[in-house]
């Protein structure tokens, strides 16, 4: 069934008319106008989209969403955050969203190795950096989150600070009872020497529908080495849009690692910019998807100047009636000679009823470079199957002990001891129990 265009007008007036996007921040007065009038102009995808053609998640909000506005902050949250397993066994500085609104109260102070601000206290130069890399136009859901963001914040990690403990962004989420749409917003500026990790992550607290919109925005400057986790395990009702967008400058790296597990539906858009020559982007994700999971990761790499360098792996294990989607674009420019620039994507099936669709894409105006794409789909391999199995190893375990094989070469990409750990378990559950 596709998505009518009535229906994606019906979602265009949902939320033009939300209490959020009546919030007066005039300071922002500028990218909210601009997002209004490329919502007003494009709308939302259809299924006909191209660049939604697998996720029509515009229907699936159309249809389970009534509240376009954002819940009720969450009462008693300090005594919740003592009651998270994960959290407790990192050592890092926690920086806490109440349903998409960041609280200082709740959060860690810095030790002068960075600064943290409300986007409503950001002097007039800060304003204009908000909506610069992720631009509205780029994607209606992220028009859609600047024109209601009702509050964001800015990171600034200071030239030559190295952060040796992690940043925490933790979005704690319980939805009301007729469902919630909540918008987080994140501007990160890294300096020149600077060195970070930051890990991403939501909490659910219920399992009400819930609509989760964000944007991040990452200004990686000359010799910064950044690092990002974002963990995706929520719940059969929500239903999430994440657009991330990196400018990554001279000498520079960032690296992203995205582990999706479970949601009703998920759609990833990570973009980066390699802006200078010499600096590198890392992207890594993994998802293990079961029930009617559905994860859509799409990526871009633009390679705009010589010598630069970027690597992606993604891999999915699919079972029961889950569906995966992977669309990746590696861009170099005609200036961009010398890149090296490297995109796969692997799949397991495990059921006759999971589905994956993907699409590596390399456009390439240079012709001096090394540049590879590729992409598999298939079963489990039953020559290492029987050759465990010849060691006296049961079928079960075997099985468990090749996909979590498969899936270890993304999980080596995280250098955060106890947050990998913390992956670990969830995959050795998933892949232990429910596979």
């Given at each position: 069934?596709?998505?009518?265009?009535?229906?994606?007008?019906?979602l265009?007036?949902?939320?033009?008319?939300?209490?959020?996007?009546?919030?007066?921040?005039?300071?922002?007065?500028?990218?909210?106008?601009?997002?209004?009038?490329?919502l007003?102009?494009?709308?939302?995808?259809?299924?006909?989209?191209?660049?939604y053609k697998y996720?029509?998640?515009?229907?699936?909000?159309?249809?389970?969403?009534?509240?376009?506005?954002?819940?009720s902050?969450?009462?008693?949250?300090?005594?919740?955050?003592?009651?998270?397993?994960?959290i407790?066994?990192?050592?890092?500085?926690r920086i806490?969203?109440?349903?998409?609104?960041?609280?200082?109260?709740?959060?860690?102070?810095?030790?002068?190795?960075?600064?943290?601000?409300?986007?409503?206290?950001?002097?007039?130069?800060?304003?204009?950096?908000?909506?610069?890399?992720?631009?509205?136009?780029?994607?209606?859901?992220?028009?859609?989150?600047?024109?209601?963001?009702?509050?964001?914040?800015?990171?600034?990690?200071?030239?030559?600070?190295?952060?040796?403990?992690?940043?925490l962004?933790?979005n704690?989420?319980?939805?009301d009872?007729?469902?919630?749409?909540?918008?987080?917003?994140?501007?990160?500026?890294?300096?020149k020497?600077?060195?970070?990790?930051?890990?991403?992550?939501?909490?659910?607290?219920?399992?009400?529908?819930?609509?989760?919109n964000?944007?991040?925005?990452?200004?990686?400057?000359?010799?910064?080495?950044?690092?990002?986790?974002?963990?995706?395990?929520?719940?059969?009702?929500?239903?999430?849009?994440?657009?991330?967008?990196?400018?990554?400058?001279?000498d520079?790296?960032?690296?992203?690692v995205?582990?999706?597990?479970?949601?009703?539906?998920?759609?990833?858009?990570?973009?980066?910019?390699?802006?200078?020559?010499?600096?590198?982007?890392?992207?890594?994700?993994?998802?293990?998807?079961?029930?009617?999971?559905?994860?859509?990761?799409?990526?871009?790499?633009?390679?705009?100047?010589?010598?630069c360098?970027?690597?992606?792996?993604?891999?999915?294990?699919?079972?029961?009636?889950?569906?995966?989607?992977?669309?990746?674009?590696?861009?170099?420019?005609?200036?961009?000679?010398?890149?090296?620039?490297?995109?796969?994507?692997?799949?397991?099936?495990?059921?006759?009823?999971?589905?994956?669709?993907?699409?590596?894409?390399?456009?390439?105006?240079?012709?001096?470079?090394?540049c590879?794409?590729?992409?598999?789909?298939?079963?489990?391999?039953?020559?290492?199957?029987?050759y465990?199995?010849?060691?006296?190893?049961?079928?079960?375990?075997?099985?468990?002990?090749?996909?979590?094989?498969?899936?270890?070469?993304?999980?080596?990409?995280?250098?955060v001891?106890?947050?990998?750990?913390?992956?670990?378990?969830?995959?050795?559950?998933?892949?232990?129990?429910?596979?």
């Open positions: 069934m596709t998505l009518s265009l009535k229906k994606d007008h019906k265009l007036d949902l939320f033009l008319k939300s209490e959020s996007v009546k919030t007066d921040l005039p300071a922002f007065s500028d990218l909210k106008a601009e997002s209004r009038l490329v007003e102009k494009a709308g939302f995808p259809v299924a006909k989209s191209e660049e996720t029509n998640i515009s229907k699936k909000i159309a249809d389970t969403i009534e509240n376009p506005n954002a819940p902050p969450i009462s008693g949250l300090e005594k919740v955050e003592t009651q998270q397993e994960l407790q066994s990192i050592d890092g500085y806490i969203f109440n349903n998409g609104i960041p609280d200082f109260n709740l959060s860690d102070a810095a030790d002068g190795l960075f600064d943290v601000d409300y986007f409503t206290d950001l002097d007039p130069s800060e304003v204009k950096e908000i909506g610069k890399i992720e631009k509205s136009e780029k994607d209606p859901f992220s028009a859609l989150n600047s024109l209601s963001f009702t509050q964001g914040i800015k990171i600034n990690i200071p030239e030559g600070s190295v952060i040796k403990k992690p940043l962004l933790i704690y989420v319980k939805a009872e007729n469902g919630s749409c909540i918008h987080p917003r994140v501007f990160i500026k890294a300096g020497n600077s060195q970070a990790t930051i890990i991403e992550l939501s909490i659910y607290l219920n399992e009400e529908t819930v609509f989760v964000s944007v991040s925005e990452w200004d990686v400057a000359q010799n910064a080495h950044i690092r990002h986790y974002k963990l995706q395990d929520g719940h059969k009702h929500t239903l999430e849009v994440h657009n991330t967008g990196a400018n990554v400058h001279r520079a790296n960032l690296t992203s995205v582990m999706s597990l479970e949601a009703g539906m998920i759609r990833n858009n990570l973009s980066l910019n390699l802006n200078a020559s010499n600096c590198e982007g890392n992207m890594y994700g993994l998802y293990l998807l079961n029930g009617k999971t559905h994860v859509d990761n799409h990526t871009n790499v633009d390679h705009t100047q010589p010598h360098q970027s690597n992606e792996l993604y891999k999915g294990i699919l079972t029961d009636h889950s569906r995966g989607v992977f669309n990746g674009k590696i861009f170099v420019r005609q200036i961009a000679q010398k890149t090296n620039a490297f995109q796969q994507n692997n799949n397991i099936l495990l059921s006759e009823d999971a589905t994956v669709n993907t699409k590596p894409q390399l456009e390439i105006w240079a012709d001096d470079v090394k590879s794409h590729g992409c598999t789909t298939g079963q489990l391999d039953e020559e290492a199957l029987f465990l199995r010849a060691r006296g190893i049961g079928k079960e375990s075997a099985r468990a002990l090749l996909l979590y094989a498969f899936a270890g070469e993304v999980l080596d990409k995280i250098s001891a106890p947050f990998k750990k913390y992956c670990e378990k969830l995959v050795h559950e998933r892949l232990g129990g429910s596979y």
